[in-house]
């Protein structure tokens, strides 16, 4: 089971913008039965949402880190957590989503961020941390580099690998 979360959309029935909200649109469950089940809620999804921005990354980064920080609590390290964030975006909440970052980095979880489109992904780049640890803005270093930024449309027409 997958928790399954979208985020920069305004959701039915207000229409308020959401950055993060389950795709199952059931709050209390937004569990999704394996990797086919999360594209069901995604295609689900979709149509009912409308797309919208600023693009916001922190508040979906704390929410699976209170995941990752519940799974601490267990006797048994058997949980990690990936969240994966598909984007089209250039960000708009770079200093939360650092110390979002920063943060969740002592935690079971990793991230992969997936820039789609012609936006200027250098921020994401930035996050990525391979050039050195991520900062949060008041100068904390990341534990460790928990976050991967795939520029898709660099491997689009791949036909091989």
Not at 29 to 44: I, K, L, S, W
Not at 130 to 159: K, W
Request: with cysteine; glycine share 8%.
């Amino acid at each position: 089971m997958f928790p399954a979360f979208g985020f920069g959309a305004q959701i039915p029935p207000s229409w308020q913008v959401s950055h993060e909200f389950p795709l199952n649109f059931k709050p209390a469950n937004p569990f999704c039965a394996g990797v086919q089940g999360v594209v069901e809620a995604y295609r689900t999804c979709l149509p009912q949402v409308k797309l919208y921005g600023p693009t916001n990354f922190s508040p979906i980064i704390n929410h699976v880190a209170c995941f990752a920080q519940q799974a601490l609590q267990q006797t048994t390290a058997s949980q990690y957590f990936v969240l994966l964030i598909i984007t089209d975006g250039v960000i708009t909440d770079m200093d939360d989503t650092r110390s979002a970052i920063v943060n969740a980095s002592r935690l079971p979880m990793s991230i992969i961020i997936v820039g789609v489109g012609g936006a200027d992904f250098s921020a994401m780049q930035f996050l990525d941390g391979d050039d050195g640890h991520l900062r949060s803005q008041t100068g904390e270093a990341a534990v460790r580099d928990i976050v991967q930024f795939v520029p898709f449309r660099q491997f689009q027409n791949v036909s091989e690998w």
